[in-house]
């Protein structure tokens, strides 16, 4: 489904990236992130460009090989390096503590890859990398703005705050804000938003 969706020289969710990951990343916490970036679920890598723009270096995995053809397109354009993986998130398995932030953007699965895929991005950061993750919640489905219309892939705030239970959750808010990204995303989306650090010392118990 995917590969068909991406198939057209247009990015189907613009080549602008997501605007709340900007504006965490211009953000006075997060204004000193540097290194490592891996970005789930990252399509036509219109997110991983931006980062790598900044200097980050980045990895992103997607399902879709025309959409990573297309990130890579987008990076030829811009000037910058990625390193791409085609994979599935239910069973790709990332370095261990490798990274300093982990990007989802739209990352939508059904629940049970979801909940892997949470628990992943955990251990895939650094103590004290950051997640930085927007999708669409429940309340989304019906207004005909984007994104899947079935509750079991939808974003769930108890979710996150359950496998980040150990970390700093610093932004983890449901709300709806007006998306215009590309085709697909037009208009007022109700949204999850989060940031989470993760605690310094892994597998101690810090808030
Ligand atoms: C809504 S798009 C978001 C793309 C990108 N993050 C962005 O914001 O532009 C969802 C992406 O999830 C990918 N995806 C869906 N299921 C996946 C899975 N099981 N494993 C890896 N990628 C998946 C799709 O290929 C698609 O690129």
Redesign the pocket.
Known sequence: M?DER?AQDDYV?GEEP?KFLVEQLCSQELSDLSGAVL??????G??AVYMASHNHDVTC????SV?LEKAKKLALKNQVNLTTIQ????T?EPLPSAYDAVVM?????PSA?RERVLKNARLALKPGGYLILEGYTVDQIGRGTG?PGDPDMMFYREEVETVFARDHILVCEEKVRDIQ?GS?HTGPGAVLQCVVRKGEFDGSIRR
């Open positions: 995917w991406f969710y997501n970005c789930l679920a990252e399509g036509e219109r997110n995995v997607d399902l879709s959409g994979a599935d998130l239910a790709y953007i739209f990352a939508h699965t890859v994104g990204e697909l």
